[in-house]
Every structure is written in C-alpha cells, then in structure tokens.
C-alpha cells in the first residue's frame, strides 16, 4: 500500500468517527439510543438491513468457495436468496412488537423475565462467533495488501489489525448509537456495493492487458479469455465434475436452515423493521436492503472467477483460498497507483463495521433491559440506562475480537454461528402463531436443544471414551471419485505450478486448503480431473485414526459419457474424535445406512433434527403444561394484530382500542389457539413480487457468467 491508500483509510475512519459524535448529540433517551427513536425511513432502513445483513466474512467466503468449487460456490453466501421474500411477511412482526429487543418480546409472550435473560445470554454467544467471522476475514484479506505477515511486537498481523478494527467500531458506535450505525451504514452500503463491482471491470481489462492479441483490450475481451482460461465446469451454478461443495439438497437445507433461525437473530428487532417509521418502510427496507445483498453477491462470485482466470498461479491463494480477495485487490489495483487498494480496504471494512455498529447496539439494549434493569437497577434514569448501554456494548466486540484471535476459519465460524439460533428457534415460530405454547415448555425445549446439540456431543463420549472404538460408530462415508477428461487450460497449468511452489516452499507444511496435486500437462493437453468426495466420518465431528488393517474395498463403478464413477468404502479398525453426532446415532438407532451419502447430502440430513426435533418437542410440552395467563394473551396477539401507525400518539390510541376490544375478524381458525390471520392483498402482492424478484437474481447471476463463453 502506497501513503495515498493510507491517506484514503485515515479519510475514512475521521468521517465515521464524526457522525458518532454527531450522532451522540441526539441521544437523550433508551429509544433514542437504542431504536432511532423509531423515525427511519425507507432509504435509511434499506440501507440499515443491507450493511446489518452483509458481513465482511461473506465477500471472503464467496471468494474461497468459487475458487475451490466454481460458480456454485456463490451458494455458500447466496443461500439466503429464497429467505427474502418471506421478509416481507417478517418485517411486520418486528414493527409490531413495539418493543427494544427480543428479549423484551420473550418476556411478554412468554411471561418470563428469566427468558429474557437467557436469550441475552444467546445473544452475546451468537455475536461473538458470528462477528469473529467477519474480523477473521478482514484479518486475512488485509495482510496482503499490506504486503506484512507480522503486526506490532513481533506478532501475528492479525493481533494488530483486529484490536485497531475493534476499537474504532467500539468508538463512533457507543457515542452515538443505532442513528450512528444506520448512518455509518447508508454510507458503508455505498462502500460496499463499490466493493462488489471495483474489481469486475479492473480484472477484465488485467486479462485482456495480460493474455489477449492486438486490438483485444475491451471488457468483452477479458469475458471471452476468463472463459478460455477457466474450465467450463466451473461455470455451472449448481454442482460440476470439477465442483461439488453445494449440490442441491444441500443448498435447500441451508435455505431452511437460515429461515428457521434468522428470526431470532437478535438484531432483526431493529434492521428488521422494529426501527422504522411504519410498516411500509420496514417491510420495504428489509427487502430490498437484502435483494442489494443478493445482486452484490453475483459481484462477489464473478470477482473470484475473474481471479482464477488471472491467478490461479498465485502461491498465496493457493496455500490459502481465503486470500483470493487480499491478492486479487493488491495485483489487479496496486499497479494503478490510484488509492484503489486503500479504497478496498475500506470498502471490506464497511462491510463488517456496517454489521459490528448494529450487533453491538442490540447486543447493549438487551444487556440492559433484560439484565440490568429488571434484576440490578430497575429504577434508574433514562441517562443511567443509556451509560450502562453504551459501557456493555462494547462487550460483544471485545468478546468477537477474541474468538476471532483464536480461530481462523472463517467458513467453520460461521456454520457455529448459524446453528446457535435453533435453541430460540422454535419458541419464536410457536409462540407467534399457537396460544398453548407456554413459558415452561420453551424453558424444556432450550434445555433439550442445549443439552442434545451442543452439550451432550461433547460430555458423552468424554464420560465414555470407549465410544471413540466402538465399530458400530467407526462408520465413513463410502469415497466417490469423479474422473473426468478434458483439455488442459491455462488456470489448471497455473495451478500446477502453484501448487509446486507451496509444497518447495515449505516441503513439511500439511496444508489442508493445497489438497492433491492437480495434473501435471501443458495446455490443451488431455488431463484426467479426479474429484474425491467422501470417507467423512458419521457420528464423529473429528477425523478418524486408522489401524494398519484398513483397506479400501471397491463397492461400484459406471461410466456415463465422458465421467468416469468409483465408489470405495473403508474397511477395517478406525478409531474416532472429536465430540459424537447424536442426531446421526439416531438416525443409526432407526435403521438407516448413511454410509452411502455425500458429505453434502450427510449435511443435508442434520437438518430434520435440527429444525423439527425442537418444534415437535415444544408442541410436546405444551400439552401437558400449564397454559399462560390468558389474559395476557389476549393482549399480546391483540397488539400483534394491530397495524402501526406512524403518529406514535395516534398509534397509542389505536393500541388501547384494540386492548379492550381485541380483533377476531381476520383469524382463520376462529375458536382455535393458532392465531393465523387471513393475508391482505400486499401481503400476497409484496411476497409474489419477492419471488420473482428470486428468479430474476438468478437468470442475471447465470447471465452474467456466460458472458463471453
């Protein structure tokens, strides 16, 4: 990085830290600290669910999952793309809520404050992995811009990138709350769609510059000569011969996956509508704040194409795949000498300052309005309440910094972030729609999901380590290898010579991300591409240790055009680690054989238990415990039935009408305890546009990446 790249960072940092102290001046109470006062409109609502929702992990993991699996690894971030529309249903419920957090909203259904509390104890769990995600990848997408592998002291470069991220973040955001943040992320989203689409038309003019003949220099150019460098497999949205990290099923479960939990992620009570002026604006922001995210996503998976195509002989990358976006800025901007490399710095900054600001602020109102106020102070001034806040926020940050301190990978980071939600999952989905749903039933239902997913896996096979030999839970996967032959491009030749520099480099290093060698071949020559899945163990979460006697036994082999299949399995003493997969044990206890299936589709079927166990466990309980009051019933889906208004006075008074005469007209199972509500014509209207909104991403991602093919 050159002094104008710095002088662009320092530039960016003065401006966010002023809106914090401009921001600061209008804080004068909880709801102004905490929600804006509730005055947002469209344009800052957008923006708001755009930067909360988009995470500087996202460009990163998008960049090392194409590079490794093609265009289908646009999955990996695009999984959220069939989420959006239900949004549009969402939104409404955080509006009408009229509440500071989810804690808050815990409390009332359920008639809890101890839930409340525990939910605040999810939440800071939750942020701490979620936003270690995105400081991990700032880590590594920094450091070959600068160009340095050591910080300050003598450390690791990341022990001085993450505290300095930190505490700007911890700065503009706790002077002036979530008016700061929704500010700072108006003119972060601008960053960060900058960021999605700098590198495109730069990397098309490198390879053109780089590769193409006379008179070829133009954007086209570059298309066509991405497509001759690049095997066009890796073009294939879903999964190629050369690819296979997201096949189908597996792309569908983390769609539903993601649905089932994000609602309970704890910022949506203020990026997902409970922030903004009325309805309107909250159901407009969050949807097309998100759809932003979406068309930024296909910028992502194109930028790393672009890469591959450019270099895929870079040792860097190919020692670790999480560097694509690092390099790829440093080699296509740093010849320009423009501050463009100090600008992308900037540009992945916003994108995790954008989320970290928001986190950080719901992460201190739920500190203080589900712990502080109810069991340590519940009578103090306004200014007591926010100063609480503003010292508790930066919690979360401190708490991300240190996890991301200790862990690396970004991807495992965040599949951990992703599985937290399901202990409040089901409770929410219930609790908005069944009245027999009831506070002693959730607290068995966290209790189980605790103890099944994430504690149990670990104490069990601590309490019985025979389990690690037992034969019975020594099962892999059967190996399925792909064999494909085709000419040789130039990105497979580069990559061969990648691969070979790493492994002289450092002859002893055992590189997970450098995997087999790739052939060995000039271009255009026949090259066999072998594609290995499989041999993950079942019911382990670590590898397996084998003895001597295993050998690989041939289950199957076919040929079906020009792919050649073989399926290995293992036999033989395997000893395992790690904690134990009860779900899959279960699976076992019912008679399925799972060691015929993909590591995506063994994926795949962690979903059932994880989605349904605890909504059938909570439907379960709540037969056989007391109801809640019903009283307080009555008022809680009077309110949540009730449109807001944007007169907050008006809408007082609408409120207690409401309360004395609670609405029954538009239930659709009247005399029953589910509480579904006919939809209106804009609820239909605004979720079909959405959907088509869904296919149009998609045509434009395929589009885009045909281009010059």
């Known amino acids: 990085m050159t002094l104008i790249d710095y002088a662009v960072l320092a530039v960016y940092f003065a401006t966010m830290i002023a809106i914090g102290i401009w921001a600061m001046r209008r804080v004068r109470n909880q709801e102004d600290y905490f929600m804006g006062g ?12 755009f930067g909360a929702g988009t995470g500087a992990h996202e460009p990163v993991t998008v960049g090392r999952t194409t590079w490794t699996s093609g265009l289908s690894g646009v999955w990996s971030a695009m999984m959220w793309l069939f989420v959006t529309p239900v949004y549009w249903i969402t939104a409404v419920w955080y509006r009408r809520m009229r509440h500071l957090t989810l804690g808050d909203w815990f409390v009332e259904r359920y008639q809890s404050r101890a839930l409340g509390a525990a939910y605040t104890l999810f939440a800071i769990a939750f942020y701490m992995f979620y936003l270690s995600t995105m400081l991990s990848a700032i880590a590594k997408f920094a450091a070959p811009l600068l160009g340095v592998e050591v910080g300050l002291f003598g450390y690791e470069l990341k022990y001085t990138i993450i505290p300095a991220i930190a505490a700007i973040v911890i700065l503009y955001g706790v002077l002036g709350g979530l008016t700061a943040a929704y500010w700072t992320d108006l003119i972060q989203g601008l960053f960060i769609i900058l960021l999605s689409i700098l590198l495109i038309p730069n990397g098309l003019w490198a390879l053109a510059a780089k590769y193409g003949g006379a008179g070829e220099d133009g954007l086209m150019d570059g298309f066509r000569i991405m497509h001759e460098r690049v095997s066009s497999d890796y073009f294939q949205l879903f999964s190629g011969p050369s690819s296979g990290e997201f096949p189908v099923q597996y792309i569908v479960s983390l769609s539903i996956l993601a649905l089932i939990g994000i609602v309970v992620q704890p910022h949506f009570i203020a990026t997902g509508g409970g922030s ?5 604006e909250a159901r407009i922001g969050l949807v097309v704040g998100n759809f932003l995210k979406r068309l930024c996503t296909i910028g992502w998976a194109l930028t790393a194409l672009i890469a591959l195509a450019l270099l895929a002989g870079n040792p860097e990358i190919a020692a670790d795949p999480d560097r694509v976006w ?3 800025a440093r080699e296509i901007l740093g010849p320009l000498n423009l501050g463009l490399v100090g600008l992308m710095l900037a540009c992945l900054l916003a994108a995790m300052m954008s989320s970290a600001d928001t986190y950080m602020i719901v992460t201190s109102a739920l500190v203080v309005r589900n712990l502080y106020a109810p069991y340590v102070n519940p009578n103090a001034e306004e200014r007591k309440y926010v100063m609480v806040g503003r010292l508790t926020g930066l ?17 495992a980071q965040f599949k951990m972030a992703m599985e937290l939600p399901i202990l409040f999952a089901a409770p929410f989905w219930i609790g908005m729609y069944w009245r027999r749903a009831n506070r002693v039933a959730v607290w068995g239902t966290i209790a189980f999901s605790l103890l099944f997913f994430f504690v149990l896996p670990q104490v069990v096979p601590r309490l019985a380590p025979s389990l690690y030999e037992s034969p019975r839970l020594a099962a892999t996967t059967q190996m399925v290898t792909t064999t494909l032959e085709r000419p040789a491009t130039e990105s497979d030749v580069a990559k061969r010579q990648a691969w070979v520099a790493v492994r002289e480099s450092d002859p002893e290093a055992a590189v997970e991300s450098l995997g087999p060698p790739p052939p060995d071949a000039e271009v255009g020559e026949t090259i066999t591409v072998v594609h290995t899945t499989g041999g993950t163990p079942i019911f382990w979460n670590g590898p397996m240790t084998e003895s001597e006697d295993v050998q ?14 073989l399926v290995e399995r293992k036999v033989g003493q395997q000893v395992g680690s790690g904690s134990l997969n009860l779900d899959f044990v279960l699976y076992s206890g019912l008679g399925f054989d799972l060691s015929g299936v993909s590591k995506a589709t063994l994926e795949t079927l962690r979903l059932p238990a994880r989605v349904l166990l605890p909504f059938l466990v909570l439907i379960g309980l709540s037969f056989f415990t007391p109801r809640d009051e019903e009283a307080m019933l009555d008022r809680y889906f009077a309110k949540m039935n009730t449109p807001v208004l944007g007169d907050p006075a008006a809408d007082a008074a609408r409120l207690q009408a409401a309360y004395d005469q609670p609405p029954t007209a538009r239930k659709i199972f009247a005399s029953s305890d589910w509480e579904f509500t006919w939809p209106t014509r804009r609820d239909l209207a605004g979720f079909l546009l959405a959907c088509a909104a869904c296919v149009v991403v998609i045509g434009l991602l395929s589009w885009v990446a045909g281009l010059g093919g």
């Open 38 to 49: 509730r005055g947002f409109g469209k344009l800052l609502q957008t923006f708001a669910a």
């Open 276 to 280: 903004a002026k009325t309805e309107d």
């Open 326 to 328: 690092g390099v790829a």
């Open 395 to 411: 919690l979360i940050i401190v708490g991300a910094s240190a996890v991301a301190l200790r862990f690396s990978d970004v991807f």
């Open 552 to 565: 690989i036994e041939k289950v199957s082999e076919s040929t079906q055009g020009e792919i050649h299949r």
